[in-house]
Each structure stands twice: as C-alpha cells, then as structure tokens.
C-alpha cells in the first residue's frame, strides 16, 4: 500500500518543481522569452542614383519607434545596394521628441566621418537621417546634433545648427 501512495507523491513534487520552475524562470532553459516586435519602422538608405530606399525593420518590445529607427540606421542597410547612412563608428547617443521636433545625438564619428564629397555625398548621409527620424518621430523637424552639441563639419554645405525638415534634405531641393 505504500508504493502506491508513494508514487502519487513523486508525481505531484514533480509537477510542483515542475511549476515553480516555469514561474522562477529556469536558468538552463534555452528557451526565449523576449517579447515579440510591436511593430516596424521605415529606414531609410541612399540608393545609388541618389534615391531613398525604405527598409523596414522591427521595433523590438519596450522600444519607441524613433530609437528603433536610430538604431536600425547605425546598423545600415540590410541590402548591399543601399548606402550606409552613417560614417563608420557613428553611434546613436539618444533621441527624443520635444515640442514637435526630433533631436539626435550622435557621437563625434559623425561629424569626424561626415562626407566631404560634394552636396551629393552630404546628402546621401543627412537625408535618410532626417527623414527615417522625422518618419519614425511623427514630427516635420529633426534637430542633428553631435555629442550634446550642434554640428560643424569642415566642408558641410548644409546648415546643422538649425532643425531641417525632410523637405529641406530632398535631392533636387
């Protein structure tokens, strides 16, 4: 008679070890418990006639959109026919939105790395920042600014001590 309570009993400490590991997380577990994307952003990249390309990608869970875009940016694109935005080792400090205009802080390979090749290189790196900001955002202004400070990259045509508009960054514009 008590094998037969006994195993009862070993049944159910299983499934109570069993339970509180499921609760407790299990740390040998290779299972994923990242929460799914909330949805996608549109970045964009230069094309090779000078065009911006959308790519979407994931805004992963807890994220907002805009740091979402920023990070996929200084990722660069996923296809190889796209133009990187961003000179090399240029991170994204922050972003955020206050009183309708978006402000990017990046870090001083920004402005070390910033084009130097004419307006057509200078705008192959603003353009998509601006705008894929400007998108994600939800606003009509992005404020570029580089280590807390506005920008002044030697031979830069564009204004970058002003907020610009995806308006003001258009080829032919």
Sequence with gaps: ???????????LAAALA????????????SAS????PTGTVAVYFAG??????????PVPAGTGPLDAAMG????????PDLIAALP????VLGAAVEDGVATVDLSADFEAGYPSGGSAAELAAVAPLV??????????RVR????????????????????????DVAAGG
């Design 1 to 11: 008679m008590s094998r037969l309570r006994a195993a009862p009993l070993a049944a």
């Design 18 to 29: 069993a339970s509180f590991l499921v609760a407790c997380g299990d740390a040998g577990s």
């Design 33 to 36: 418990t990242a929460a799914p």
């Design 48 to 57: 090779d006639a000078g065009d911006l390309v959308a790519e979407a990608r």
């Design 72 to 79: 996929a940016l200084a990722e660069g694109p996923a296809s």
């Design 88 to 91: 090399p080792g240029t991170r």
């Design 131 to 140: 705008r894929t900001a400007a998108e994600a955002a939800g606003t009509g």
């Design 144 to 167: 570029i600014l580089v280590e807390g400070r506005a920008p002044a990259p030697a031979g830069g045509q564009l204004d970058l001590s002003e907020p610009l508009s995806p308006e």
